[in-house]
């Protein structure tokens, strides 16, 4: 590259560097007066931040809800009828289906209230009123603190404030960090746990594409499932009971088979899990060469062996569906990662960043004083992280996937409440370790968790250096010739890997069983892990950890102070957020321009007879050949999914896209796969949400499933005539 080319491009990537970037940023509802508004209704807004959050009287913030603290749903009906992904349904679905009820395959439609299922332990989390407590919380903290003093003050605080806090007694409140703990702010939230399962497309509709399409665009998969909330006569959150009525909500969202058009203002409304927008380089750096690489090599061969006894074995393929789409779901998303990171420069967009904070540093004695050696503080503790880092990320991902292990956990979990706080403690964690263990036995098989261990232990000792690990695994192997020979052993030798064995003992005669488990192999091979990861990564990982979190938040306060012109955000951390952008397509690389909608015509081009993940559900062929789309349809096409520059992260699964009038336009289930590093680097060239059209939503429910009972209790609207 020569050098007038190097000087444009770092010309072109200060622009986008420093400017506000339109269509970025995930922001708190009740800021969106004062920060956000203007520019809102610039890009085609209609309704005003009022109607979006307002705590005097009822706003669109009253129709959306956490649902069980991993996804977003929204209330769609007067009788609490919820929307939300079927991948976040899954669960329930999975839970209900057996191979001869198989709702994952078949769908499955309740008719009436009676038929609607409960779910134990789902519940959704409205969110009643957010306030800053930043003062408050961060009262008597002082720079100079360690990490673990200042965060024992601010627990301090933050249990003083919620205790002091006005508030019904069905209500609960929580405190989070904002700007890397610069600012907080207190949630006030009511929580039902009745939420029973009224629908569910068929996985060919709800999955259509499955690990193929995962991340991609263009995209044809039909991902909801339909939930509703019971609450106690008194319309108040209640445990679930018979007796439970369907929840009359505040407010329902207004659906609308309008569709949107290209340019047309969108929002998402939703609960973003977690972003890292404010990283020094030097972390970007790791995560493209370190970190995504180590944990997607670990995944590649995890999900080679499940793969192959799914598609031998159709029990397997019930009981590790959700498991297996879990662990592909992050792989092939921080596949898109690294190539988007690289793709877009984001290495060298954080640099001339870092530069241009250092010029305006430098230019004022204070700031100088106070940040001057802060970029290059940073550097070093990165470069001081790296390899604790490479060895973490090993070490998670390897020990969570192999489950004898994780029952070797639980069964110490309780060995130690025992030793702790004797047979009280004991009897106060067993209930919580069967609940979990009988789950794992649930979707659990020891053949495939054999051959895991086979794979991830020889991985495990040949992918990290010896010097941060236990040697016994290797010592293991030798001794029995391989770790083929090794998994032999140790499943035949454990008691871990047999379900009924485990969770009887636990049962009949708890003590017994931990003694067992004490002697087990497995368990002597699970500690010998453990307590090395604890001694030579894990205490100095802490450490630097904690140096770089202080580090991050000065760094955090300095960005803001220094660059007053652009308005900043806070990453995402699973609370109530508002994101907004226009339907657009993109140009993902040279020649090749993606459309923005797709449709039902898109389905039927991908259907392969009989296949894994592209077959298509015969009453679905049938309503295409003769077109019957109802009021859903459009032009004689029945739209399925469309783009937007929404920028979302894991968590917006589920989320309402709301049109300029608030109205439900889509259901965001997605990012395209070249712009999933918005999480690090946002990028308006090719970042873009994924969302179902509701239209597409509405006539799988109607004409599909024949389910029109559900659609009149919803309020359909036609904003704009085409
Ligand atoms: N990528 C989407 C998300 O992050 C959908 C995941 C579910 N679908 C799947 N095929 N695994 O949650
Ligand atoms: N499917 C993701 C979820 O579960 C949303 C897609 C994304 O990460 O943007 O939340």
Redesign the pocket.
Known sequence: MNWLKRLLISLALLLTVVNVRADEGMWLPQLLARLNEKHMKGLGMKISAADIYNINKGSLKDAIVSFGGF?TGEIISAKGLVLT?H??GFDAIQNHSTLERNYIHDGFWAKNHAEEIPNAGLFVTFIVRIEEVSSQVLAGVTPAMEEKERQSVVDKNIAAVRKNLKKESYQDSHVRAFFEGNQYFLFVTETYRDVRLVGAPPSAIGNFGKDTDNWMWPRHTGDFSLFRIYAGKDNKPAEYSADNIPYTPKRALSISLSGVSENDFTMVFGFP?RTTQYLHSAAVEQVINVNDPAKIAIREKALAVIDAFMRKDEQIKIQYAAKYAGIQ?SYK?WQGEVLGLTGTHALAKKKTYEEEFLKRVNSKPEWKDQYGSLVNDLQKAYDAFRVYGKHRDYYTEIINRIEAFTVAAQLNNLISAKEKNGEEGFKKALPQVQNRLEDLYNEYNPAVDKKLFETLMQLFVEGQDAEYISSLPRQLAAASGGFGQLAEKMYADSWLDDGSKILDGLKNDAAALLEKCRKDPMNDLAMALSSAYTEKVNRRLTELQNNINRLQRSYMQAQMEVFKEKVFYPDANSTLRVTYGTVKGYNPRDAVVYDYYTYLDGVMEKYKPGDYEFDVPEKLRQLYQVKDYGPYGQNGKMPVCFIARNH??????GSPALDAWGNLVGL????VWEG?MSDINYDPSICR?IMVDIRYVLFIVDKYAGAGHLISEMKLVRPKQR
Do not use: P
């Open positions: 996804c992904n991948h976040c899990g779901n998303k979302t992260t894991g968590g917006n699964s965001n289930f997605d990012r999933t949400n």
